[in-house]
């Protein structure tokens, strides 16, 4: 099987504009919940706002046999964060942000994990001449580069969005992470890549995954959908079906065999219903494609002929024979 996580984050009480869905629940409550969820074992946690003592959470994880995926560190949502952390202007405040990352990495350490991820999603801008562009990627690359290098053995993920809660991310597509990891220079960093934040941001998954894995970066995936307008985390295979199948044949030819974290929202839907839909699907996907493969479809796409290409998908992938 698949390994799995959860964002845990989502396993509680979340909001919108207008509408709160689902209750609030302690850490205890949400792994507990989580224990009872088919196919999954990882926690995502977010420091420092959902969890802080990691004696304590170490505690927690074993009370339910629960493993850490990743430690999402949260440079977002203090006040001084508003304007951008690692962007600031303000040299205290992109110290700060650097701090947080650093604490993170800390309580990684603490509770057992082996990575960090960061979505810098205060860091971006709304129009023109707002920002000078060179002196903010030397603010990231500084930044990003003091947090990596810090317990290197505990590797820095940097997540890539679009947008929010900045009409615009600096870091906004895989190649620009790329792009930015390369000016740093330290090979125990990484990209998290979401699946639902490629679509909407006009990539192909399948194709930012080939990309990440044949770089000299580690990366690490989310998963969920979306409509391609905004970033709904809908649970898999809702929007894009197809990419989420070829998604999975790429993590499959590149041997990937972290943690696929569910970073969806149940919102209207149950909590434990919603989130055994993602591994249920991703494992009769993952499982489907070792049945009917065995390099079939490499042979295919070599080939150059789409049409005998699709009859395979619509035989084996949708099995319409």
Known sequence: MLKMGIITGFLSQTKDRFHEYNQ?????????????????????????YEVKDPAQTRAILDKFGLNVAAVNVNVKAEPEFR???????????????????????DFAAGVGADKVTCCPLG????FSFQYDYATTWSYLVEGFGEAGSYKPDIPLFIE?????????????????TLCLLNDIGNRDMGVT????HSIYGNEHPAEAVAMLATSPYKYYIHVNDNDGKWDWDYFCGT????????FLYYL??????????????????????????????????????????????????????YLATWKFIEENIFALK
């Not at 304007?83 to 990495?105: C, E, M, Q, W, Y």
């Not at 947008?163 to 895989?174: K, L, N, Q, V």
């Not at 929007?239 to 070829?246: A, D, G, I, S, T």
Request: glycine residues 10%; aromatic residues 12%; contains cysteine.
């Open 193 to 196: 890549l979401d699946f639902g």
């Open 83 to 105: 304007n951008g952390g690692l962007t600031s202007h303000d040299p205290d405040v992109r110290a700060k942000a650097v701090r947080f990352i650093k604490g993170a990495k």
């Open 123 to 126: 860091d971006g801008y709304e």
């Open 252 to 305: 499959k030819k590149y041997g990937y065999n972290d943690y696929l974290t569910s970073d969806t929202s149940p919102t209207r839907w149950d909590i434990r219903g919603t989130f055994e839909v993602n591994s249920r699907i991703s494992n009769k996907i993952w499982d489907k494609l070792g049945e009917v493969d065995g390099g079939e479809i490499a042979r295919l796409m070599a080939q150059g002929d």
């Open 160 to 176: 890539y969005k679009p947008s929010e809660t900045r009409g615009r991310c600096f870091i906004d597509s895989a190649a620009k």
């Open 24 to 48: 609030p629940l302690a850490v205890e409550e949400k792994f507990k919940l989580m224990r009872q969820i088919e196919g999954y074992d990882g926690v995502e946690i977010v420091y420092p």
């Open 239 to 246: 929007k894009h079906f197809l990419e989420y199948v070829e």
